[in-house]
């Protein structure tokens, strides 16, 4: 079983599940080469091989066929039966069950397609189904956010090759995200102005770092990225929560999103990424203080002792130069 245990050094909760050790890995070829899909053969996420995965969630189905299918984590992080309660041990150590959700959403029946290769039809579809889970697992009142995000590529964390995304959600809210809900407040408690909204107006102001955009989105890299390409995608009008995102707005984000993907995917020629959609604890959806927003994160380094001594970033590419870049990497593709 998982246990949760509170670091006092950094004011955070630490999960331990040591059942993640047993879970599946693909062959060679994920490990070595991110770009080229592992065989369908036994994968336990396409279509044929559900008795492989655990019993359904939701699904999204066509004519019987399933277009996204919603399962739990086989080797899950937490798990829904556990207890939130905090207790602590004889030396004064505070810990609680590994009590949470954690479901995989397989994102697509094919098992080798990228999203950014998807039809526009089917991301939509993929992007609703994260937002009714979202929904659906904070009915939970144990649960006080919900992380999504996704892995591609073996550096990102993927351990199998069918295109998927995950959503954890915790009975705490971790301190990363307790730090930008913070800062965000404090900017909104002296401006009055929500922080990520201001800065979405400054990147259009200086339209140096602006990826691309729609009638809802815009795709921007910011001016203090924190890795090399890092990309953000934000509601162009204030909205705290993924939830909140109207059914009418879905093709426009997953518009976006197929474009950013593609665009990453031929400048730098399919990198290993994580996206995750940061958002604001229970209680917040409301509130005028943040913008919830995708991030994805090319994984081009590796963090090195400064980075992971200080908690700070180095960054070897300025978000400027790496925007222009994707933009005209993109252009010859598109003409070519």
């Not at 579809?125 to 006080?144: A, W």
């Not at 809210?173 to 930008?180: A, E, Q």
Request: proline letters at 7%.
């Amino acid at each position: 079983m998982s246990v949760m245990r509170f670091d006092e050094t950094t004011s955070d909760w630490v999960v331990f599940a040591p059942s993640r050790r047993l879970r599946p890995h693909a062959d060679a070829s994920l490990q070595t080469q991110p770009s080229e899909p592992a065989s369908a053969a036994g994968c336990p996420f396409c279509p044929g091989n559900e008795a492989f995965t655990p019993p359904e969630i939701y699904a999204v189905r066509d004519s019987g066929a399933w277009r996204v299918r919603v399962v739990p984590n086989r080797f899950p992080a937490l798990t829904i039966e556990d207890n939130p309660q905090r207790r602590h041990d004889d030396q004064a150590f505070q810990f609680m069950g590994g009590c949470g959700a954690h479901e995989v959403i397989i994102e697509s029946p094919d098992h080798s397609l990228f999203l950014g290769q998807q039809p526009t039809e089917q991301v939509v579809l993929l992007l609703r189904t994260l937002q009714l889970r979202y929904r659906n697992l904070m009915r939970d009142g144990r649960f006080q956010t919900v992380v999504i995000f996704k892995n591609h590529g073996a550096e990102a964390g993927t351990s199998l090759a069918h295109p998927h995304w995950q959503l954890l959600a915790p009975p705490v809210v971790p301190r990363l995200l307790r730090m930008k809900h913070f800062e965000a407040s404090e900017y909104y408690d002296r401006t009055g102005q929500c922080l990520y909204c201001d800065m979405l107006h400054r990147e259009l102001d200086a339209n140096v770092r602006i990826l691309t955009q729609n009638e809802h989105y815009v795709a921007f890299l910011p001016f203090a990225s924190h890795t090399p390409f890092e990309t953000w995608i934000v509601p162009r009008q204030h909205q705290a929560s993924f939830q909140l995102v109207a059914m009418e707005h879905f093709t426009c984000l997953a518009a976006i999103l197929k474009s950013v993907l593609l665009k990453l995917h031929t400048a730098l020629g399919n990198p290993a990424f994580n996206l995750t959609i940061d958002d604001v604890p229970r209680g917040d959806e409301g509130k005028e203080y943040f913008l919830w927003h995708m991030r994805i994160l090319p994984r081009l380094t590796t963090p090195a002792g400064f980075e992971l001594g200080s908690g700070m970033s180095i960054n070897t590419v300025l978000p400027e130069d790496a925007a222009r870049f994707l933009s005209e990497a993109s252009s010859v593709e598109e003409v070519g």
